[in-house]
């Protein structure tokens, strides 16, 4: 395991008890007090193999059913139901003031050689050029992400193109550790499916998120492949095939550099018209 010491510190588990840790939260909660969800997944990532035992995470299937505050205090705590030679299986829990914001299911395992092999090839995307450190939470933080083509998903009256994006996304100064590089990753993957799904629909854009739509994140799962570095451009595919009743539902592959397919991962979010009495922190 990583020295703790040369963790981003969104991502060090501060110990609580056997198995608990109080967290960070990044952002601003006089600008928006609700915590992004790919934060809770990197850092349920973190919690899962906090245990030291050679595993790295194979899938984490999350839901969220409380939206976390950015100003309360976050602990996650660790339930281990099974833990054998090659696999492991955790439920993971997110809580603030003793009330639920996430549990996810995560399986962890030792990854072993191949017996057959094949994958889904990477899709031709615009190569990034140089890319430009965040400014906002849709990608870990000091972590850089090109949007090909220049589609712009937040402008309500951009261009409408298909409910697909190919987003390019490295953080080249975060320490190059298996289980850092999927909580890094896993960050990334929480942003733009609902974008995507927005895209094909005049006059509907991240711009109207939490102003005249309620837009949220229900469930995400995400699968590692293979082993990869965060270092290097990845391309992250999405697709939305469905909106409707409020839902959206969409999915990705991420391919590396060299062209291996990586991880994948579906997400159920919701889009809906903003309730003229909203309460606070509830899906």
Known sequence: MIDP?????????????????????????????????????????????????????????????????????????????????????????????????????????????DVIAHQLDRPPATPPGEGVAASDHAVFPGAEYVIADNVDLVDS???????????????????DDPIVNQAVL??????????????????????RAHVDLSTGVISHTLTFHREFSMSDWLLLSHEAPFAGAGRSYG??????????????YVQDAMIREMPANPRQGTM
């Open 5 to 113: 010491a040369a963790l981003p510190p969104i991502l060090v588990l501060e110990p609580l008890g056997t198995a608990r840790y109080r967290v960070g939260n990044e952002g601003d909660p006089a600008v928006n007090n609700v915590v992004f969800g790919g934060q809770l997944l990197a850092q349920m990532i973190m919690a899962a193999t906090a245990a030291g035992d050679d595993k790295s995470v194979k899938t984490i299937s999350a839901f969220f059913a409380r939206a976390a505050r950015v100003d309360a205090e976050t602990e996650i705590s660790v339930e281990t139901f099974h833990s054998g030679r090659t696999f492991a299986t955790h439920t993971v829990t997110v809580r603030q003031a003793g009330r639920l914001c996430v549990r996810a299911s995560v399986l962890t395992h030792a990854s072993e050689a």
């Open 157 to 175: 009256s951009a261009p409408i193109g298909p409910p697909e994006l190919a987003v390019w996304y490295r953080s080249p100064h975060t320490p």
């Open 186 to 207: 896993a960050w990334g993957t929480d942003g733009f499916l609902i974008g995507t799904a927005m895209r094909p629909h005049p006059g509907v854009g991240y711009d």
């Open 251 to 264: 999915s990705a592959h991420v391919h590396d550099a060299q062209g291996r397919l990586i991880a994948s």
